[in-house]
């Protein structure tokens, strides 16, 4: 496996019940992002993990739990979701946050395409 | 707050032909980054070609080149010699440069512009 890979591709799920997304990049990088994509809008930033550690929450709903195990691995936890929480979730992942922006090339997974019920 | 609008919504161009796509942005920060980005139709994002603002050059990378007007925060695509392969979403972003003082490194999106191109 090469570049960021997110399982599964496509998740329906209904209000009550658990899931997690699953995000693993192979670049060697230590920071790694989670977005939400809807039909229409901008693609909106969730969360933020450096060196494992969560730098941002972009004031997302406690119904979204993000956990970072290690500079690799990416999860989200998803619990009592709402119909309106329905998009493509993207993870990304760059070198780490100490470097300029230019420099930090945000590479993008495929995405997870979830529907809640 | 930083916003990047793209007012083309969907556009097509004919194979072999030259097409452009807009972005304005809006931001009080002078240190900053310009992105446009790609997915296509199997999703994966990937970045097509990125400006510094303090740099006057306009980028280049192969077909794909910016016209960067700081003045106007203006950044506009253009895709020379369109391939089939090049159907897809494009997105403008911006970010603030690290080095600026205000420590963002998030990236703002616009909302797309669908492109398709007709053999």
Not at chain 1, 5 to 29: A, D, I, W
Not at chain 1, 39 to 58: G, I, R, S
Not at chain 1, 74 to 93: G, I, K, N, R, V
Not at chain 2, 65 to 91: E, H, P, R
């Amino acid at each position: 496996e090469t570049g960021v890979t997110q399982t599964p591709r496509h998740l329906v799920m209904g209000m009550t019940n658990k899931k997690s997304l699953k995000c693993e990049q192979h670049l060697g990088h230590n920071a790694m992002y989670w977005y939400k994509q809807s039909a229409k809008k901008p693609l909106e930033l969730m969360f933020v993990y450096n060196f494992k550690e969560q730098t941002e929450n972009n004031s997302v709903p406690s119904r979204f739990s993000p956990e970072c195990p290690n500079s690799s691995h990416l999860f989200l936890h998803l619990h009592t979701l709402q119909p309106e929480d329905s998009a493509l979730y993207l993870c990304a992942s760059s070198q780490d946050l100490l470097r300029d922006s230019f420099e930090n090339e945000q590479f993008f997974g495929p995405g997870t395409r979830l529907t809640v019920l | 707050a930083q916003t990047v609008t793209q007012s083309q919504p969907e556009m097509s161009v004919q194979e072999a032909e030259t097409v452009t796509l807009s972005c304005t942005y809006d931001t009080s920060e002078s240190n900053y980054y310009l992105f446009w980005y790609k997915q296509p139709p199997s999703r994966q994002m990937i970045l097509v070609i990125r400006q510094e603002a303090y740099k006057q050059q306009n980028a280049t990378e192969n077909r794909f080149s910016v016209n960067f007007q700081k003045a106007a925060k203006s950044f506009s695509l253009k895709i020379s010699d369109s391939q089939l392969g090049d159907t897809a979403m494009y997105f403008c972003a911006f970010m603030i440069s690290k080095y600026s003082g205000a420590g963002s490194y998030q990236l703002t999106f616009g909302k797309g512009t669908k492109l398709s191109v007709i053999p």
